[in-house]
């Protein structure tokens, strides 16, 4: 009798191929990517290309000299990779550190465990979170918003979300520091200071519809990250609504949407099963919350992410599906 090898994750049933759906992917994150062009002008596509080239370059080469196994780049994941560590850094980050986010993305994170599906954590996110530890200040100076600037290195603001974290710290009442941010259209729009991902929580969320609509991801996620947002957020709001945000903020400033829609439901390093799917999803959203509000830094999608992602093959092994022909014991 043969042996069965089966390959890591993702394992993809039906229609669509790997390839189908990470391009899928891409396609899903083009609105938001032609917005950051708009508002950001040169430096974003600038961040984009070197983002997406060096990861594709660092996957080819690693592939073929170190892992010596015939490079699959046209599989979309090196670019989706390189995508979203461009949608995680300001417009203005200079060359040489985005290439060295991209190196830690694929050649850290992801290729030394072994390529696609074998990776527990997220590659952009560690290549960001890298980046972030090693270089604090360019990561944290952020371009304000133009409409097509052609100068790259443009006048720098503090986010919405630094701007209230900064507030509070300095006993600054809640009334007051809204009137320093963009309003919540602004916001949702796109017409607020951050990295690239920031810049329109609307054009991700088309996006996130499309992947919903050509069943690239799955509800559970996005629901359980956004539903915890909200009610976590709006429970701390109705206890002191001058010391915390309320969730209609936390929703449509910083990372949240691309968090959502696009890091979180990463089909590598989330869990298998719809009930550790809801559950990643709703501890994602709490942990955001609670870095945004007592971390250091403003934002808290990211290391949410990847805290959640170190405790998928625990959820993994504790909501289990029932294997083909297995009797069910009914009482």
Known sequence: MGLLTVSGSPHVHGGLSVKKLM??????????????????????????????????????????????????????????????LAFNVPSNLPIWII??????????AKMSFGGLGKNPFNPALVGRVFLLIS?????????VVGKFPMVLDAVTGATPLGIVKEGIKNGEPMTDLMNQVPSYTEMFMGQNGGSLGEVSAFLLLIGGIYMLMRKIITWH???????????????????????????????????????????????????????????????????????????AYPEGVSFAILLMNAVVPHLNNLFKPKRFGEEVNNG
């Open 23 to 84: 391009w899928g992917v891409v396609i899903a994150m083009l609105p938001a990517m032609l917005a950051s062009f708009y508002y950001f002008g040169m430096g974003a596509i600038k961040v984009t290309l070197v983002a997406v080239g060096s990861a594709m370059l660092f996957e080819y080469l690693i592939t073929k000299f170190i892992l010596k196994q015939p490079p699959q780049l046209m599989d979309g994941s090196a670019a989706i990779t390189g995508l979203l």
């Open 99 to 108: 290439v060295i986010g991209a190196l830690v993305a694929i050649g850290v």
């Open 135 to 143: 270089f604090p200040v360019q990561m944290t100076s952020w371009p």
């Open 221 to 295: 996620i996005p629901v359980s990250f956004l539903g915890s947002v909200i009610v976590f957020s709006g429970i701390l709001w109705m206890i002191n609504p001058e010391q915390y945000v309320n969730p209609l903020f936390h929703l449509v400033t910083g990372g949240l949407m691309l968090g959502v829609f696009f890091m979180a439901t990463d089909m590598v390093t989330s869990p298998m099963t719809p009930k550790g799917q809801l559950i990643f999803g709703a501890g994602v959203g709490i942990l955001t919350i609670i870095i945004r509000v007592w971390g």
